[in-house]
């Protein structure tokens, strides 16, 4: 948090009446004693953007009685970027044109009429930006996912049934299985974590380690960054 940036606004609310404006003062007041981070989204001209911040202080300024109340809110933001909408993109495993997936040394060719088993996440932001991927499905060994411009990889080494779900999130270099309680970044065997930078795409090639079943699934998706 040494270098994380500290941000400070004033907002009004304008109440129906003065009892809903006293009302509105004791919900601000609260909010500097919340421990977890809040998001924090601005619109302007451009667009809207949103970053995670730890709020310091709110101060309520005297409103003298009036429907009309004042707060000047102090907060620290320990990530200095701020994020536009995520995009995502999603694939199922490597298959050829009748549709059966198999195992494969990458890089690989594949006909046109197959599933390349690859998403392509694009960075429209001014600042790179880390990606966050889902799996879901059968995968008895687990699975690799390696970007294709670079080469480097994130290898989950750990057997999913069609039912589960797996988050990684790259940025914290997290990954958890179903709910965010249940960690498995142990598992995480390769972590060549990468960015998707500026104003660039990054294609990720989706690989099983073993035998699959049911429909597994890859969801990549990255933010727009901006200072």
Request: charged fraction near 15%; charge should be negative.
């Amino acid at each position: 948090w040494r270098d994380a940036p500290a941000i400070s606004f004033s907002a009004f609310y304008l109440g129906d009446s003065e009892a809903d404006a006293l009302a509105a003062v004791e919900s601000l007041s609260t909010l500097g004693t919340v421990d977890e981070l809040q998001t924090l989204t601005v619109t302007d001209a451009l667009r809207s953007t949103s970053r995670e911040v730890s709020i310091r202080s709110v101060d309520v300024l005297d409103h003298h009685g009036r429907d009309v109340v004042e707060v000047v809110v102090d907060c620290i933001a320990p990530d200095p970027l701020r994020y536009g909408p995520e995009s995502s993109s999603s694939s199922g495993l490597p298959s050829l044109s009748g549709g059966l997936a198999f195992p494969f040394v990458f890089p690989v060719n594949f006909a046109s009429s197959g599933v390349p088993g690859r998403v392509v996440l694009s960075n429209v932001g001014t600042q790179a930006s880390w990606p966050t991927f889902t799996v879901s499905g059968g995968l008895a060994s687990g699975f690799s996912l390696v970007c294709v411009e670079t080469g480097q990889e994130i290898r989950f080494e750990f057997p999913l049934s069609v039912t589960d779900v797996v988050t990684i999130d790259a940025r914290s270099g997290r990954a958890w299985i179903n709910d965010e309680s249940n960690s498995v970044t142990g598992y995480v065997t390769v972590a060549d974590w990468w960015l998707v930078p500026a104003g660039a795409s990054r294609t990720v090639q989706f690989t099983a380690l073993g035998a699959s079943s049911g429909s597994p699934l890859l969801t990549g998706a990255v933010a727009p960054a901006y200072l």
